[in-house]
């Protein structure tokens, strides 16, 4: 199987950016040590404040093991990420096709 990707879109609220900036690093630097995918955030062009995530596994396997190897320290980042967001978490899982 190809590679798997998930998206989580939301939109950041405007008084909490340089907080949600601040703690987007955080998690950014927590998952450079993940072995299992790539993690990256990105801003939506000509949209201030939409962001969305993306973890990058490259295959179905390495992707459980990343689902697997969630930690602590990863929820506890996540659940202070969401006292910024405005509104609805959009995940979005996506498989390549061959």
């Known amino acids: 199987m190809g590679k798997v990707v998930l ?6 609220k405007e008084n909490k950016r ?4 601040a703690a987007v690093e955080k998690l950014k630097s ?3 040590t993940n072995q ?4 990256s955030v990105y801003e939506q062009k000509g949209k201030p404040n939409a962001f969305a995530e993306m973890f990058l596994a490259h295959s179905d396997v390495v992707y459980k093991k990343f ?3 969630e930690d602590n320290v990863a929820d506890e980042l996540a659940a202070k990420l969401q006292e ?9 899982t996506y498989f390549e096709t061959k």
Do not use: N
């Open 84 to 92: 910024y967001i405005e509104g609805k978490t959009k995940y979005s």
């Open 36 to 39: 299992f995918v790539s993690f």
């Open 18 to 21: 340089s907080e949600y900036l």
């Open 67 to 69: 689902e697997e190897s």
């Open 30 to 32: 927590h998952y450079a």
């Open 7 to 12: 998206l989580v879109q939301y939109e950041v």
